[in-house]
Each structure stands twice: as structure tokens, then as C-alpha cells.
T-cell receptor, first 114, second 111 residues
Framework: EAQVTQNPRYLITVTGKKLTVTCSQNMNHEYMSWYRQDPGLGLRQIYYSMNVEVTDKGDVPEGYKVSRKEKRNFPLILESPSPNQTSLYFC?????????????FGSGTRLTVV | TQLLEQSPQFLSIQEGENLTVYCNSSSVFSSLQWYRQEPGEGPVLLVTVVTGGEVKKLKRLTFQFGDARKDSSLHITAAQPGDTGLYLCAGGRGTASKLTFGTGTRLQVTL
């Protein structure tokens, strides 16, 4: 089944403890992206990648890192999480062909930083 | 700054009613997508429109892209409880690797 898989689905952590949210897609998509979703603010793009070793900042990149060493994986790294990073996170991917092709989203990771 | 404004934010209607959701921007987009999101899941693409004035139909859903490619609308005819969800518009520029999402319209359809 074609899908984007995120792990974990739920995570509670403490301020300052480094964490990684993994994302993997099995559709050979070139583009991958991370979003966070907050009430009243909608989905905001954190980082995106157009291919292996090609990443760029989205609208809210502060406090996050990403890497794209393999086409299928696009992990999101929080080096020193803070409470304002408590949010619902989504990874998404799409092929590079066709500007109108939509993203396929994962099921989300709900992160709580205390 | 939110580049895409959706209205209304909330909509509660009865089964069988018609409704329209609007997505407006002061910016021009090369493509406009509509997604529906259900609780506990990620957004799922409904449609993409790329040409100014374009109209697309998906069963009871009709999507329109404004002539100037700054706005879009989603019209649902004879709404059903299964239409309940969060509807999101998203604008793309160029290759659309970077999408800007609207704040969403939460629709509830009751029997």
C-alpha cells in the first residue's frame, strides 16, 4: 500500500531532550515536507525537500532540523525541544512531476513538550 | 501572515443542505488544492485546480478557481454526514513544493 509512515504517533517529552520523528514513504516521491498544525493557525510548513540532499526552510523552521540522506526518509529533529513546539506534526510527500499533484500525508505525530 | 483566508471557519448544517466554502488570497497561485481532514488523520487531497476560471466536479462537490488565480470556492450539494470534516485549501507557486495552507473550514453535517 502506498503510504507515508510517521513514528511515533504520540510522544511526550521534557524540555531540552533531543528527539527525532521519523518519516518514510514507499512511493519513490522526490518531494517531502514537514508541517505542524496548531488550532487557529492551520498547517504551517517547517521544512521541505525537493530531492536527496536538497532541503529548504518553510515558514516556521526555527528550532527544527531535517536531513534527506535517502529518497524515502525525511526525519525531523528537535535538538532542544521547548513547550512552544507542542503540536501535531505531519510529514507529506509527492512526486516532482506536475505542479498540481497533491501531497500524500502521514497520519501525524502528536508531540507534547513539558 | 496568513496568505490564505478561508470562510466560514465553522459550518453546521443538516443533511441535504447546500453549502459553499471560500478560500481567498491577495496573492496569485499557480495551483490551488483542496484537502479534507478527518480527526486523527492527515489531510487527503480532493482536487487540484491550475487554470484561472477552472471548474472541477467530484460527485456532489464542485471546485472553482478564480479567474485571477487568487481565490477558490468549494460547493457541496445535498450535504451528507460523510462530508463532515475539516476542509483545507492550499496554494502552490512554481513547482508547488512549498504549499501554503488556509486556516480551514470545519464542517459538521447532522441528520
Amino acid at each position: 500500500e502506498a503510504q507515508v509512515t510517521q513514528n511515533p504517533r504520540y510522544l511526550i517529552t521534557v524540555t531540552g531532550k533531543k528527539l527525532t520523528v521519523t518519516c518514510s514513504q514507499n512511493m519513490n516521491h522526490e518531494y517531502m515536507s514537514w508541517y505542524r498544525q496548531d488550532p487557529g493557525l492551520g498547517l504551517r510548513q517547517i521544512y521541505y525537500s525537493m530531492n536527496v540532499e536538497v532541503t529548504d526552510k518553510g515558514d516556521v523552521p526555527e528550532g527544527y532540523k531535517v536531513s534527506r540522506k535517502e529518497k524515502r526518509n525525511f526525519p525531523l529533529i528537535l535538538e532542544s525541544p521547548s513547550p512552544n513546539q507542542t503540536s501535531l506534526y505531519f510529514c507529506a510527500s509527492r512526486p516532482s512531476t506536475g505542479a498540481g499533484t497533491g501531497y500524500t500525508f502521514g497520519s501525524g505525530t502528536r508531540l507534547t513538550v513539558v | 501572515t496568513q496568505l490564505l483566508e478561508q470562510s466560514p471557519q465553522f459550518l453546521s448544517i443538516q443533511e441535504g443542505e447546500n453549502l459553499t466554502v471560500y478560500c481567498n488570497s491577495s496573492s496569485v497561485f499557480s495551483s490551488l488544492q483542496w484537502y479534507r481532514q478527518e480527526p486523527g488523520e492527515g489531510p487527503v487531497l480532493l482536487v487540484t485546480v491550475v487554470t484561472g476560471g477552472e471548474v472541477k466536479k467530484l460527485k456532489r462537490l464542485t471546485f472553482q478557481f478564480g479567474d485571477a488565480r487568487k481565490d477558490s470556492s468549494l460547493h457541496i450539494t445535498a450535504a451528507q454526514p460523510g462530508d463532515t470534516g475539516l476542509y483545507l485549501c492550499a496554494g502552490g507557486r512554481g513547482t508547488a513544493s512549498k504549499l501554503t495552507f488556509g486556516t480551514g473550514t470545519r464542517l459538521q453535517v447532522t441528520l
